[in-house]
């Protein structure tokens, strides 16, 4: 006869199958990697995608293009050769991680890339452990700007980021947002700032960014900065240029830091499973293009330079001092950083709610759950509506709501903090569900520590959420008190089978005073790559349950050795 704890692994390895069988064998699709084709026999002079098509041409074959609006406007300028016929198809709503995916896919919708630089482009294929064939190291250029009505200017990129009144777009989508940052990591390589306080300012443009309000475009920063509803905006060059084009009211100028600017270079890339006769014939057709007089007049009136740097217009910028991170540790650690700390939190909570949390905390009126409760909910105010976060408690034996006796309850579903239920907002839910807990404890509840773990980390995998930080934070005051429980190595041998290095969970163990068995926490955290944190006052679980969920641990954006 098996025995209790027998039967909760075995339960708990086959819940974890049925979830990683719903993940179905792939298809091959018969479209996979195929040229697009349209038909116009007997329809001369046609067009597709604003390109005039020849008589000649009875077909065109569509070759994709995945790139930022500005270039979009030169691709769409290339006419249809009356030989090849191919028409070229822009897509303007991918990032560099999407393209980058893809592309490690046999379905990929898209055959040449052309980001806005090429260092963005090296950063999304070391995330994704992969390589693109690079057709041409730049087919132009342009720059990050800061425009204003007034004649102000930052003495570098690093004051531009701390001051969050200069309105900017996200990094990670956004062009002039990315050529700011990077500028401002040349600018440590050269010793102009601390990277330390990059770090901060970085972290806290991350943690504001498409919070309060949506991620502005370029259009709308100009408009912002042209009515004075912000004092100055980033935008590229080309953005700037092409508004000026189109608003000739515009009281706008552009300016640079003393430092100079990050240039953003057009490097073209095909993607894998494109690697055909037509997509070639189209890669270097681009390439001819940018370099004719034809295509040199295509990106001066989408607002770009040519790829040695040159522009005819009297409203640019002209000769700039070029900035370009030096140390690729450096650069590699900040966008990490960033990336983190401006994703999405998906977390799920777990609060002991054993016998011994109802211990007085010296110097107040309150016990360590009212403490822990208080931490929490006050920590997750602190999220933003993009963010998710589920509520446990454990103890050994609970009869939970329905009935059942268990060693753990789920109090609130992960689910957004503004989804609605029954009228009531994720917060107001999670706050009703956390003063709800003391309630319910018993003097003699024991801490039911491993099972609880291991049963909501199979609850977070489950719920994973792709593109978010995934965590679980579990506060404790105890030690297992359990004989019919995993044992501990059984708990991190399953913890390490279970961790996906490609879907990362964030195990974060919090223990409450000087009872907790941090030796135990450390061990388990640390087994797959978590933390393990000693909260000594009611102030110190606050912080570090603030500082865990937000991704703000110092040693994220802290300077590596020698800087």
């Not at 609605?420 to 994720?426: A, F, I, N, P, W």
Request: proline letters at 3%.
């Amino acid at each position: 006869m098996k025995s209790r704890r027998e039967e909760r692994i075995e339960k708990q390895k086959k819940s974890t199958r049925k979830w990683i069988a719903t993940g179905a064998a792939a298809v091959l699709l018969l479209t996979s990697g195929a040229i697009a084709y349209q038909n116009f026999a007997g329809k001369p002079n046609q067009e597709t995608s604003g390109q005039a098509v020849p008589s000649s041409c009875s077909t065109t074959r569509s070759v994709t293009v995945a790139t930022t609006e500005s270039m979009a406007k030169v691709i769409e300028a290339i006419p249809v050769d009356a030989q090849s016929c191919i028409a070229f198809e822009t897509v303007t709503n991918k990032s560099a991680s999407d393209v980058v995916e893809e592309s490690q896919t046999d379905s990929a919708a898209t055959n040449l890339w052309i980001p806005d630089s090429s260092l963005r482009a090296e950063l999304a294929m070391t995330e994704k452990s992969t390589g693109l064939k690079q057709v041409s190291e730049s087919l132009a250029q342009s720059l990050g700007v800061l425009v204003s009505n007034s004649s102000g200017s930052s003495d570098n990129w690093y004051q531009a980021l701390e001051n969050t009144s200069v309105a900017m777009s996200d990094p990670k989508t956004d062009s002039a947002a990315f050529s700011a940052l990077m500028a401002s990591v040349a600018e440590v390589s050269q010793g102009t700032v601390s990277m330390e306080d990059l770090g901060q300012s970085a972290g806290k443009r991350a943690q504001t960014i498409g919070v309060e309000s949506p991620v502005q475009s370029p259009q709308q920063l100009l408009d912002a900065a042209d009515r004075g509803d912000a004092p100055s905006a980033i935008v590229t060059e080309a953005d700037y240029l092409a508004y000026q084009a189109s608003h000739s009211n515009s009281k706008l100028t552009a300016s640079l830091p003393n430092t100079g600017s990050f240039t953003l270079d057009y490097p073209l890339y095909q993607i894998a499973s494109s690697r055909n006769s037509t997509v070639e014939s189209a890669a270097e057709q681009i390439t001819a293009f940018m370099a004719s007089d034809q295509g040199k007049q295509a990106l001066k009136e989408a607002g770009l330079r040519t790829a040695s740097g040159e522009i005819d217009n009297t409203s640019s910028l002209g000769s700039y001092t070029a900035l370009a991170p030096s140390d690729s540790d450096l650069l590699s650690r900040l966008w990490t950083a960033y990336s983190r700390q401006s994703a999405p939190f998906n977390a799920l909570v777990v609060i002991d709610a054993s016998g011994s949390m109802l211990t007085p905390v010296a110097g107040t009126d309150k016990t360590r759950m009212d403490v822990t409760v208080e931490s929490v909910l006050a920590g997750s105010q602190l999220f933003a509506a993009r963010d998710s976060m589920g509520l446990w408690k454990f103890s050994r034996n609970l009869t939970t709501a329905s009935g059942e006796v268990s060693d753990y309850e789920e109090l609130v579903p992960l689910r957004g903090f503004e989804e609605v239920v029954d009228g009531k907002t994720q917060r107001q839910i999670l706050q009703e569900a956390g003063t709800g807990i003391a309630t319910s404890i018993q003097h003699n509840h024991e801490t039911a520590l491993y099972d609880s773990i291991l049963a909501s980390f199979l609850s977070v995998k489950r719920q994973y959420a792709d593109g978010a930080v995934n965590g679980l934070l579990v506060l404790t005051d105890g030690q297992n008190v359990d004989e019919d429980s995993v044992t501990l190595e059984e708990l991190i041998t399953t913890l390490q089978s279970e961790q996906d290095p490609e879907r990362p969970i964030a195990l974060i163990l919090i223990g409450i005073s000087e009872d907790a068995d941090m030796n135990a926490l450390n061990t388990i955290a640390q087994s797959v790559g978590g933390e393990a944190f000693v909260a000594a006052s009611p102030a110190d679980i606050q912080q570090i349950f603030a500082q865990a969920l937000t991704g703000a641990q110092q040693e994220q954006t802290a300077a590596p050795a020698g800087q």
